[in-house]
């Protein structure tokens, strides 16, 4: 049932996961940080959920179309955590309550409930990217000296920008094609498990700079 690739990326997803909740105990954890632990749960049990329904022959694009939606917002929202500038904090504000709209509206008028929402799907890829490109303006810009190997949020925006700067042209070949040949589905669909597979990756070492920090403050 389960492909190589994706029990890879089920135990990067479980050890991130695991290294989450290391964090989550922690008063002195930023906020963002802790809710991964709850997010990271929920993403691998729906995920779990959708490769075994399809294995059983069973639509999942709802499942997944859901489940991107609320993907991006969660990042959306990490992301505006982690952006210094009030302005992009308000501007994220408002995206992460007209994105789910966004997607509402282009499942029932445009692409429908049946199929993957490919066209709002893009325009996540490209907010996220936006919001981490910002993210790594302003660390050129600071006046003061950041180690940024030690810095969570530099490991997650690198993870989002990496991740999404690679899906969206995907998704943006997606949207102009009527049809998909089985075999450039299965390549885009390996090339997405490599990416996740470095996304959680890089989590881990996110969640592990944090538990670091925590040790050498606390020793």
């Not at 066209?119 to 890829?125: D, M, Q």
């Not at 302003?138 to 530099?154: C, K, N």
Request: hydrophobic share 55%.
């Amino acid at each position: 049932m389960f492909s190589t690739y994706d029990y890879f990326n089920y135990s990067i997803s479980l050890i991130a996961f695991i290294l989450s909740l290391y964090l989550i105990f922690n008063k002195e954890t930023l906020l963002y940080l802790k809710a991964f632990s709850p997010f990271l749960a929920f993403d691998t049990l729906i995920a779990l959920l959708t490769t075994y329904l399809a294995y059983k022959s069973v639509n999942t694009i709802p499942i997944v179309n859901i489940l991107s939606t609320l993907e991006f917002c969660f990042y959306i929202w990490v992301l505006s955590c982690i952006i210094k500038n009030d302005k992009i904090k308000k501007a994220s504000k408002v995206v992460l309550i007209s994105f789910p709209i966004l997607v509402l509206l282009n499942i029932s008028f445009f692409q429908g409930f049946k199929n993957f929402h490919s066209i709002t799907y893009s325009l996540g890829c490209l907010i996220v990217i936006v919001l981490a490109i910002f993210y790594f303006l302003e660390l050129f810009r600071t006046q003061y000296a950041v180690r940024l190997v030690t810095d969570p949020g530099f490991w997650i925006s690198s993870a989002l920008l990496f991740y999404y700067i690679v899906s969206f042209p995907l998704f943006v070949l997606a949207n102009f094609m009527k049809s998909f040949p089985a075999s450039l589905g299965n390549l885009i669909g390996i090339i997405l498990s490599i990416m996740n597979f470095i996304l959680y990756s890089l989590f881990c070492i996110a969640f592990i700079c944090k538990i670091q920090i925590r040790k050498s403050s606390s020793s």
